[in-house]
């Protein structure tokens, strides 16, 4: 019995960790026992008709408690605690039915009762099921070096800092960065993304990933039992544990709903009695109580809701609460933040000008030769796109300005245009700022010589994902902290037309709350300066669930990979699931305003508004279930 229909429902997982839902559906109780009590039941129904009324009601007994013992006992201590609950209703309507000697309608309730339930967690533990295989990507066993030798332990052992051997087609056991070898990474089951990733010394490489061609060794980052996959595992529990607002709208009807069916039967008994055949009337208020119970309403909600989270993972989105899902649905307007989001935070030469005299191989190699002892982030991609790799001397960095020392006995300064002299290349350094660039001049004996243009590329989907949101009705804005002119030119390649920069965190969260003010927002970001505006947005999303900290833990979603692509696919998947549960919210309403009338009415008994009822569950976890269909699937 679920906490969805009033009983307390607790997760099935044995205590040794292993996963309850691997068990075969013929050791499951909540499986076995509704089948039994359906088996009585039929057989109570065969040998009723065959003429032996004493079989058939011991068998309908058989059934009744069968059905019973899955729903009664939670009522009965939700009782004690001073709640009422949908099965409280169920367990008065079979109790009644017994007194007034309809033990055959009573099985029927208990047993629809209970399949329904043993259906809904059944569906419940398929939408886990998904997300639970998130561990299997992990080996059971993982190879690490100990001096000379190599040496098998569980993987569940290991500690950061350990090197691991990954032979080709072998699964990577932790996190851990790159230290000898290259290889291509399928990384498919993880982010989502079907491209497999190259990897070379010093990259970082996530748990679960399946190495395809050479051997490498990877030094752990992270314990066998604390990496990327464990940290999603962990979101999704939770996403697991918490209802939004429209799972709620079901426990906000059953609230008044309870002690007003019961009311309301009690007043169908004594007012109909005192006028005359009493039996009739209980009876009719016994069907009242089946009649107004909205079980099919509690189930429908959370099953969506938890059905829908589930498959978002299988295309790399982790959806960190039921409250987010419904947001998500009814997003209008997407701010993204710049660096690391729409751009790949990997800056690249893009261009780079000469004096006379002076060869873009020569620029490159002068500025690498002072960069390699260099701590600014542009470095990096300067020693990378240099041809030779030198060094030099006497290099002395002025923080802010930038750096010299001597190559080849040549004195060399590289740093901004704002503290070098331009000279002839002072126009051409305006054109490179013009296109988004970061430059940095490169002066030889103190003559400028070189001018080099660094860029943090656009993501190569960003313009596709743009259009894409654009075309399902949702405005995007990119905020920034970067310079208006760097913003303004990705904006225009990317396709978007609201651009705010020069922004602190601070500022990020104000012009969220600005855009919030027409409707439902999502900040995409990736940093800690990004965690304000994720934290005020109505659906913040974290870009990579091993990113910042900070990101994800304000964030409402987190992405496993880097894949703008995935933004659009959630979106249609989030609307999807909120149509499934506007559905299934107005069936469950419509089959009781349907059976209330009926059954005041006599039109309906017992055993027709129980069949009724739970023919209806069926139909709402059914359709529940369609959330469970994720983008990746339909394609």
Same mark, same amino acid.
């Given at each position: 019995m679920s906490a969805a229909c009033g009983c307390e429902h607790k997760p099935d997982v044995r205590e040794d960790g292993a996963d309850e839902l691997e068990r075969p559906w013929w050791r499951d109780r909540g499986v076995m026992v509704p089948v039994f009590s359906g088996t009585a039941f039929l057989g109570g129904l065969a040998f009723e008709w065959s003429g032996l009324p004493t079989v058939a009601v011991a068998l309908f007994w058989l059934a009744?408690?069968?059905?019973?013992?899955?729903?009664?006992?939670?009522?009965?201590?939700?009782?004690?605690?001073?709640?009422?609950?949908?099965?409280?209703?169920?367990?008065?309507?079979?109790?009644?039915?017994?007194?007034?000697g309809y033990v055959e309608e009573a099985a029927a309730l208990a047993f629809l009762y209970s399949i329904a339930e043993a259906l809904e967690d059944k569906a419940m533990d398929r939408a886990r099921g998904g997300l639970r295989a998130l561990l299997k990507l992990v080996p059971q066993t993982a190879t690490i070096r100990q001096g000379d030798a190599s040496v098998d332990i569980d993987a569940k052992d290991l500690q950061a800092g350990q090197i691991m051997l990954v032979r080709p087609g072998e699964r990577i056991a932790t996190d851990g960065i790159v230290r000898a070898g290259r290889s291509s990474l399928d990384t498919s089951a993880i982010t989502g993304e079907s491209i497999p990733v190259e990897v070379e010394p010093g990259d970082l490489v996530s748990a679960g990933a399946i190495n395809m061609a050479g051997a490498i060794e990877v030094e752990a980052s992270a314990a066998g039992t604390e990496n990327s996959l464990t940290t999603i595992v962990k979101l999704v529990e939770q996403a697991q544990?918490?209802?939004?607002?429209?799972?709620?709208?079901?426990?906000?009807?059953?609230?008044?709903?309870?002690?007003?069916?019961?009311?309301?039967?009690?007043?169908?008994?004594?007012?109909?009695?005192?006028?005359g055949e009493?039996?009739?009337?209980?009876?009719?208020?016994?069907?009242?109580?089946?009649?107004?119970?909205?079980?099919?309403?509690?189930?429908?909600?959370?099953?969506?809701?938890?059905?829908?989270?589930g498959s978002a993972s299988k295309f790399g989105v982790i959806i960190k609460s039921g409250a987010a899902f419904e947001r998500f649905g009814l997003i209008r307007h997407t701010a993204f933040d710049k660096t690391g989001t729409l751009t790949r935070n990997e800056p690249v030469v893009a261009e780079?000008?000469?004096?006379?005299?002076?060869?873009?191989?020569?620029?490159?190699?002068?500025?690498?030769?002072?960069?390699?002892?260099?701590?600014?982030?542009?470095?990096?991609?300067?020693?990378?796109?240099?041809?030779?790799?030198?060094?030099?001397?006497?290099v002395i960095e002025q923080a802010g300005h930038g750096i010299e020392g001597t190559l080849d006995g040549a004195r060399i300064t590289v740093g901004s245009p704002r503290w070098l002299e331009a000279g002839q290349l002072g126009?051409?350094?305006?054109?490179?700022?013009?296109?988004?660039?970061?430059?940095?001049?490169?002066?030889?004996?103190?003559?400028?010589?070189?001018?080099?243009?660094?860029?943090?590329?656009l993501r190569p989907e960003a313009a596709e994902v743009v259009r894409e949101l654009e075309a399902q009705g949702i405005g995007v804005t990119m905020l920034t902290g970067d310079n208006t002119r760097t913003a303004h030119t990705l904006a225009q390649q990317a396709g978007i037309h609201d651009v705010r920069a020069? /922004? !602190?965190?601070?500022? +990020? *969260?104000?012009?969220? @709350?600005?855009?919030?003010?027409?409707?439902?927002?999502?900040? $995409?970001?990736?940093?800690?300066?990004?965690?304000?505006?994720?934290?005020?947005?109505?659906?913040?999303?974290?870009?990579?669930?091993?990113?910042?900290?900070?990101?994800?833990?304000?964030?409402?979603?987190?992405?496993?990979?880097?894949? /703008? !692509?995935?933004?659009? +696919? *959630?979106?249609?998947? @989030?609307?999807?699931?909120?149509?499934?549960?506007?559905?299934? $919210?107005?069936?469950?309403?419509?089959?009781?305003?349907?059976?209330?009338?009926?059954?005041?009415?006599?039109?309906?008994?017992?055993?027709?508004?129980?069949?009724?009822?739970?023919?209806?569950?069926?139909?709402?976890?059914?359709?529940? /279930? !369609?959330?469970?269909r994720s983008q990746k699937e339909r394609k």
């Open positions: 009744l408690l069968l059905g019973a013992s899955t729903f009664t006992p939670g009522a009965v201590r939700k009782l004690m605690r001073g709640k009422l609950g949908i099965s409280l209703l169920m367990t008065i309507s079979a109790i009644g039915a017994v007194f007034l544990a918490e209802k939004g607002d429209r799972a709620r709208l079901a426990d906000r009807i059953a609230r008044p709903l309870v002690p007003g069916v019961l009311i309301l039967a009690g007043l169908v008994a004594l007012i109909g009695s005192a006028f009493p039996e009739l009337w209980i009876t009719r208020a016994l069907v009242v109580l089946v009649a107004a119970s909205p079980c099919a309403l509690a189930i429908s909600v959370p099953l969506t809701v938890v059905a829908a989270i780079v000008l000469t004096t006379e005299g002076t060869t873009r191989a020569q620029a490159l190699t002068w500025a690498a030769a002072l960069e390699a002892h260099s701590t600014h982030p542009l470095a990096s991609a300067i020693i990378s796109a240099s041809p030779e790799k030198r060094h030099a001397d006497k126009g051409s350094i305006a054109s490179l700022e013009q296109q988004g660039m970061t430059v940095v001049l490169v002066h030889r004996d103190a003559r400028p010589v070189a001018a080099i243009g660094v860029r943090d590329e020069e /922004l !602190r965190p601070n500022d +990020k *969260a104000a012009a969220i @709350a600005e855009l919030a003010q027409n409707g439902c927002v999502a900040m $995409i970001g990736d940093g800690i300066n990004d965690t304000p505006a994720l934290a005020t947005a109505d659906v913040g999303i974290a870009m990579g669930a091993t990113g910042s900290d900070a990101a994800i833990e304000s964030a409402d979603v987190a992405f496993t990979g880097h894949d /703008l !692509r995935s933004l659009p +696919k *959630a979106f249609k998947h @989030a609307r999807k699931g909120r149509r499934i549960i506007n559905q299934n $919210i107005a069936l469950s309403l419509l089959i009781i305003a349907v059976l209330l009338p009926l059954a005041l009415l006599g039109i309906l008994g017992l055993a027709a508004v129980v069949l009724v009822h739970e023919i209806a569950e069926v139909v709402v976890i059914l359709n529940g /279930l !369609r959330a469970a």
